[in-house]
């Protein structure tokens, strides 16, 4: 499956402060942030195209009023978007000068892991992924180990990233990204009842993410399930936040 990577013109300043695991849900807002963070299947191939062109937009509602990195919430979204657009070697020098005046602060160090990832080196990436998988305290472990999936999937070890997979569905904050993944495994070995319920499950996280929309209509269309799949298709094309989406968690 390729990502449709999505980023909205959002505040990252609620991601960054999301509590401990089972204290809330995420709100729709960070959600769109992970989708901006979570490394999905087809990111080498599409070299964040779609990713870039809505940064630079993005990009545009800081001209002349860029955050200070005093304020560090605010700083990081800013770095985050940045790192997104064709502005990446910028971001990188911003995120390593940041880091020189706070090295504590683990959230830029996942951003530089990211970055690494879209300039395709992994070997760095990797290091500084599993510098925070052994962080207690890093609160963003789903997309951590989401991430750390997707590099066993580029070193082709299956078991690896289903395990990590598996992890993130079960950290904080709640992200539909891993469950993706591993629907996109599941669509892959024919195993359509499983990956019915995992997209399922990532648009009551995230009834906005287009991945999952697609790929449930896919897995209901591997079980025989036409009607419903074409149900799924119209309703992503018309707006999928009417998709599966509860009543207390909107992402």
């Given at each position: 499956?390729?990502?449709?990577?999505?980023?909205?013109a959002?505040?990252?300043?609620?991601?960054?402060?999301?509590?401990p695991?089972?204290e809330?849900?995420?709100?729709?807002?960070?959600?769109?942030?992970?989708?901006?963070?979570?490394?999905m299947?087809?990111?080498?191939?599409?070299?964040?195209?779609?990713?870039?062109?809505?940064?630079?937009?993005?990009?545009?509602?800081?001209?002349?009023?860029?955050?200070?990195?005093?304020?560090?919430?605010?700083?990081?979204?800013?770095l985050?978007?940045?790192?997104?657009?064709?502005?990446?070697g910028?971001?990188?020098?911003?995120?390593?000068?940041?880091?020189?005046?706070?090295?504590?602060?683990?959230?830029?160090?996942?951003?530089?892991?990211?970055?690494?990832?879209?300039?395709?080196?992994k070997d760095?990436?990797?290091?500084?992924?599993?510098?925070?998988?052994?962080?207690?305290?890093?609160?963003?472990?789903?997309?951590?180990?989401?991430?750390?999936g997707?590099?066993?999937?580029?070193?082709?070890?299956r078991?690896?990233?289903?395990?990590?997979?598996?992890?993130?569905?079960?950290?904080?904050?709640?992200?539909?990204?891993?469950?993706?993944?591993?629907?996109?495994?599941y669509?892959?070995?024919?195993?359509?009842?499983?990956?019915e319920?995992?997209?399922?499950r990532?648009?009551?996280?995230?009834?906005?993410?287009e991945?999952?929309?697609?790929?449930?209509?896919?897995?209901?269309?591997?079980?025989?399930?036409?009607?419903?799949?074409?149900?799924?298709?119209?309703s992503?094309?018309t707006?999928?936040?009417?998709?599966?989406?509860?009543?207390?968690?909107?992402r």
């Open positions: 499956m390729k990502r449709v990577l999505l980023i909205a959002l505040s990252l300043a609620g991601c960054m402060s999301t509590p695991a089972g809330q849900a995420a709100t729709t807002n960070e959600q769109a942030v992970f989708r901006r963070l979570a490394w299947e087809g990111d080498y191939q599409t070299n964040y195209e779609p990713n870039r062109e809505v940064a630079e937009n993005r990009l545009k509602d800081w001209e002349g009023k860029i955050p200070e990195p005093s304020d560090v919430d605010s700083y990081l979204d800013y985050s978007v940045l790192d997104a657009s064709s502005r990446g910028d971001a990188e020098k911003k995120i390593k000068t940041f880091l020189a005046n706070n090295p504590k602060e683990t959230r830029a160090i996942f951003l530089l892991g990211v970055h690494y990832l879209r300039i395709k080196k760095l990436a990797t290091y500084f992924f599993n510098q925070l998988e052994k962080d207690a305290s890093f609160r963003w472990k789903s997309l951590l180990f989401n991430n750390l997707m590099l066993a999937l580029e070193e082709r070890n078991v690896l990233a289903l395990s990590y997979f598996e992890k993130a569905t079960q950290a904080a904050p709640p992200t539909a990204a891993p469950y993706v993944n591993l629907g996109a495994l669509l892959q070995s024919r195993s359509y009842p499983d990956a319920r995992l997209f399922s990532a648009l009551e996280i995230d009834g906005d993410f991945d999952a929309a697609l790929g449930l209509g896919a897995a209901l269309e591997g079980q025989g399930k036409f009607e419903e799949a074409h149900q799924v298709y119209v992503s094309s707006g999928i936040t009417t998709l599966c989406r509860s009543s207390t968690m909107t």
